[in-house]
């Protein structure tokens, strides 16, 4: 498989709070890498620093062969992430918005896989109305519209499901899994939800005082999904006792 993806020690500090101390991340196109740890273990602040938002005070960043740091606009190009609900202009119409990003990617449109998706969550017949009335689970569901504009080849999300209703957040999933299987993307997904990634992940990253502390390949979730005893749950409280 074709290397997408390669972090190699990674360091981003605030301050003096070190958030991610030496992080080593490779993804392969095709890969759907689930991304789980405690809250406060660095995962957000890992995500940032693999689109140049959290610049990192060490390591490097490489995105389909484009460094991050000397060739952002070609590495970015590559990437899909997930728009903060919070940052968006509320006098806009979602599907301003929408046309606004489609331009900023070098669209001539909005994709018509954005308006598919549109109505697969239920958005569709909110895209003229004002951002400003959305809910927090409409403007959720338009932040993972601008993340996927265009089908990009890596998507990274941040906790995507959070705000969803239980329907759209399984049409979602079933959505990004379709994308690996499919379409070969590569998905690094931050989650809570270790059902998700021990069902269907490639690789399982588990995310500690910001370093890597292990990562279960194919074989061992594998395992782990043919023992009726196991489950990723234990492991990763396993991992952690030690």
């Not at 689109?51 to 060739?71: C, F, K, M, Q, W």
């Not at 003229?128 to 990009?152: A, T, V």
């Not at 899994?177 to 998905?187: D, K």
Request: charged share 15%.
């Amino acid at each position: 498989m074709t290397l997408l993806l390669r972090a190699a020690d990674l360091h981003v500090s605030y301050g003096d709070e070190h958030v991610l101390k030496g992080v080593d991340l490779q993804i392969a196109s095709g890969e759907f890498i689930a991304l789980i740890g405690p809250n406060g273990s660095g995962k957000t602040t890992l995500l940032h620093a693999l689109v140049g938002t959290a610049p990192p005070g060490r390591g490097s960043v490489a995105i389909g062969g484009h460094d991050l740091a000397t060739a952002p606009c070609q590495a970015k190009s590559m990437v899909g992430c997930g728009v903060d609900p919070a940052a968006f202009p509320a006098l806009l119409t979602g599907r301003e918005c929408l046309a606004l990003f489609a331009g900023a990617r070098g669209l001539s449109g909005i994709p018509s896989t954005a308006f598919a998706l549109a109505e697969t969550l239920s958005l569709a017949s909110v895209l003229d109305r004002r951002i400003g009335s959305y809910s927090l689970g409409m403007r959720q569901k338009l932040g993972i519209l601008l993340g996927l504009l265009g089908e990009p080849p890596l998507l990274l999300l941040d906790e995507p499901f959070n705000g969803l209703d239980p329907r759209s957040a399984l049409a979602f999933k079933q959505h990004l899994l379709t994308l690996v299987a499919e379409h070969g993307a590569s998905l690094l997904l931050a989650t809570h939800s270790l059902h998700m990634a021990e069902h269907h992940a490639s690789r399982v990253v588990l995310l500690m005082d910001g370093a890597v502390r292990h990562v279960w390949d194919a074989a061992e979730l594998a395992a782990i999904r043919e023992d009726p005893r196991q489950s990723l749950e234990k492991a990763m409280a396993e991992v952690c006792d030690l």
